[in-house]
Nanobody
Framework: VQLVESGGGLVQPGGSLRLSCAGTGFTFSRSAMMWARQGPGKGLERVSGIYRDGSTYYADSVKGRFTIDRDNAKNTVYLQMNSLKPEDTAVYYC???????????RGQGTQVTVSS
């Protein structure tokens, strides 16, 4: 199983980024996928999820600003992040599953820094 994230970077407050995550080694189309993040000095936080039936989940802190989607033909899940805030600064991880657990299968992460 391999998950490879991309698309992170430095952006000013109010800006946008689009993260991508390509998955291999498992049946992507049958898997619930999520984005989680870990900010400086904080624990891992589930940000968004998308499930087999296309339903989605968003943490209250990102609702209305972030959008998750998936392309099963490309085995890829995306996270469109708009109206970014400094508190969104974190390492963002793509992961398999619905909730954060100690055995969470996740990628190497991509750094998102929101700063002026």
């Amino acid at each position: 199983v391999q998950l490879v994230e991309s698309g992170g970077g430095l952006v000013q407050p109010g800006g946008s980024l689009r993260l991508s995550c390509a998955g291999t080694g498992f049946t992507f189309s049958r898997s619930a996928m999520m984005w989680a993040r870990q900010g400086p000095g904080k624990g891992l936080e589930r940000v968004s999820g998308i499930y087999r039936d296309g339903s989605t989940y968003y943490a209250d802190s990102v609702k209305g600003r972030f959008t998750i989607d998936r392309d099963n033909a490309k085995n890829t899940v995306y996270l469109q992040m708009n109206s970014l805030k400094p508190e969104d600064t974190a390492v963002y991880y793509c992961a398999i599953g619905r909730v954060v657990t100690p055995s969470l299968v996740r990628g190497q992460g991509t750094q998102v820094t929101v700063s002026s």
